[in-house]
T-cell receptor, first 113, second 116 residues
Framework: GDSVTQMEGPVTLSEEAFLTINCTYT??????LFWYVQYPGEGLQLLLK?????DKGSNKGFEATYRKETTSFHLEKGSVQVSDSAVYFC????????????FGTGTSLTVIP | NAGVTQTPKFRVLKTGQSMTLLCAQD?????MYWYRQDPGMGLRLIHY???????AKGEVPDGYNVSRLKKQNFLLGLESAAPSQTSVYFC???????????????FGAGTRLSVL
C-alpha cells in the first residue's frame, strides 16, 4: 500500500544553516506530494506541493523536487531562521486510493539563534 | 475567515465516558476528515466523509463513530473512551472542482484529549 517515510528527528540547527529533511514514498499510482508544517499549538498548514514528476514546489524559501526515479521529495532550505522551528510532515495523495492522504511521522526542527 | 474550527480544544475524560468532538468549516467543502496524531506515528485517518449524509472508515476507525448531518459539520464520537484514545485529534476539509477532489487539505487547530 501507499506510505511515506521521512527522516527521524529531532533536528537542531543554528540560524542560517542549511536544512534538508529527507522523504521517500511508495505509491501504486502517480501521487501528488506535499510538505505540511505544524507550528506549536496549531494545526497543519500546507507548505508546498508538487503534482507530477520533476515539479519543484517552493514557498517561504523552502523547496522540494518530485523525483520519480528515486521516489523522493526532500525538503530543503538554504538558510533557516528561528521562526522555522516547527514539525514538518511529508505526505502524498494518490488518485488510485481516492486521493486519500498518507502522512509521514513528522520531523521536529528547532533552530537556535 | 474562520476556516476549520474544532471544539473543544482540550478535554480530559475518565475511562468509559463518552464525548463528541465537533468540526465546523465555513468554506463549503464537500470532503471532511478526522485524524489522530500520536508521537512517532504521524497522522492516521479515522473516518472521512465525501458529502453530507455520507461517512466512511479510514485506517483506524475502531472505537469511534462519526456523523455528517450538515455539510459544514463533521462530528466525531467516542462512545466509551479508553486510555488508548489519548491523542491529538485533527479535523480537515477539502473541496472538489468539476468533480475532481482537490488534493489540498485544510486543518483545524486540533483537540487534545486525555483519557485517564
Amino acid at each position: 500500500g501507499d506510505s511515506v517515510t521521512q527522516m527521524e528527528g529531532p533536528v537542531t540547527l543554528s540560524e542560517e544553516a542549511f536544512l534538508t529533511i529527507n522523504c521517500t514514498y511508495t505509491a501504486t499510482g502517480y501521487p501528488s506530494l506535499f510538505w505540511y508544517v505544524q507550528y506549536p499549538g496549531e494545526g497543519l498548514q500546507l507548505l508546498l506541493k508538487a503534482t507530477k514528476a520533476d515539479d519543484k514546489g517552493s514557498n517561504k524559501g523552502f523547496e522540494a523536487t518530485y523525483r520519480k526515479e528515486t521516489t523522493s521529495f526532500h525538503l530543503e532550505k538554504g538558510s533557516v531562521q528561528v521562526s522555522d522551528s516547527a514539525v514538518y510532515f511529508c505526505a502524498l495523495s494518490d488518485p488510485h486510493t481516492g486521493n486519500q492522504f498518507y502522512f509521514g511521522t513528522g520531523t521536529s526542527l528547532t533552530v537556535i539563534p | 475567515n474562520a476556516g476549520v474550527t474544532q471544539t473543544p480544544k482540550f478535554r480530559v475524560l475518565k475511562t468509559g465516558q463518552s464525548m463528541t468532538l465537533l468540526c465546523a468549516q465555513d468554506m463549503n467543502h464537500e470532503y471532511m476528515y478526522w485524524y489522530r496524531q500520536d508521537p512517532g506515528m504521524g497522522l492516521r485517518l479515522i473516518h472521512y466523509s465525501v458529502g453530507e449524509g455520507t461517512t466512511a472508515k479510514g485506517e483506524v476507525p475502531d472505537g469511534y463513530n462519526v456523523s455528517r448531518l450538515k455539510k459544514q459539520n463533521f462530528l466525531l464520537g467516542l462512545e466509551s473512551a479508553a486510555p488508548s484514545q489519548t491523542s491529538v485529534y485533527f479535523c480537515a476539509s477539502s473541496y472538489s472542482l468539476q468533480g475532481m477532489v482537490m488534493n489540498i487539505q485544510y486543518f483545524g487547530a486540533g483537540t487534545r484529549l486525555s483519557v485517564l
